[in-house]
């Protein structure tokens, strides 16, 4: 009976060098993300009715539906599973570069620049204590963009926003070629954001 299934990754495990390197892209994807599916698809098999009427974003979504005694593991591994899908899927070897169309107004709206906006994103991703993420989000009622962080594997979804740009903080997304500078990491991402991605979720998202 299989559940969910891991998404492919849409690059080689080298295409994100020099920001990341391949080793990091291989272990990241086929150990740790692997992880998480395999181990929310063994949780979910105590109620199988879960996995065949949700997709993981809506059980996220509603993660009060979820049985009391499954939910903190849902949280945890259905997160990471999601958490993980996003990531892979913003970067891209020809990312980079500055947002335009539609979300580039809703920035402009919110933080004035573009500049204003990465500062505070890298600000709230380099500034988790422990692991977790930084992340740029749609709040879902006033449908403005915010900069959040999550804990753990904690995901937007679960808290009334759609994420939209997702940065990884967990050491395993960047010690082998960082070591301790996150805050190096997170500036590199940046070369590597997939704006187009971004704009198609923002456009979704509204
Ligand atoms: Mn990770």
Do not use: C
């Not at 891209?92 to 709206?109: F, L, M, W």
């Not at 070629?177 to 971004?198: G, M, P, S, T």
């Amino acid at each position: 009976m299989a559940l969910y299934t891991l998404p492919k990754l849409p690059y080689a495990y080298d295409a994100l060098e020099p920001y990341i390197d391949a080793k990091t892209v291989e272990i990241h994807y086929s150990k740790h993300h692997a992880a998480y599916l395999n181990n929310l698809n063994k949780i979910l098999e105590k109620y199988p009715e879960i996995s065949e009427n949700s997709t993981i974003e809506e059980i996220l979504t509603n993660i009060n539906d979820v049985p009391a005694d499954i939910r903190q593991q849902v949280i945890n591994q259905g997160g990471g599973f999601a958490n993980h899908n996003l990531y892979w899927s913003i970067l891209s070897p020809n990312g980079g570069g500055v947002p335009s169309e539609k979300i580039s107004q809703a920035i402009i709206e919110q933080f004035g620049t573009f500049d204003e906006l990465k500062r505070q994103l890298k600000d709230a991703a380099i500034g988790v204590f422990g692991s977790g993420y930084g992340f740029l989000v749609m709040d879902k009622d006033s449908k403005k963009l915010e900069i959040m962080q999550t804990k753990n594997q904690d995901s937007p979804l679960s808290f009334n926003k759609i994420p939209l740009i997702i940065i990884d903080v967990w050491e395993h997304a960047y010690y082998l070629l960082y070591q301790n500078r996150r805050a190096d990491y997170v500036e590199r991402l940046f070369n590597i954001i997939d704006w187009d991605k971004i704009e198609s979720l923002y456009n979704e998202a509204l």
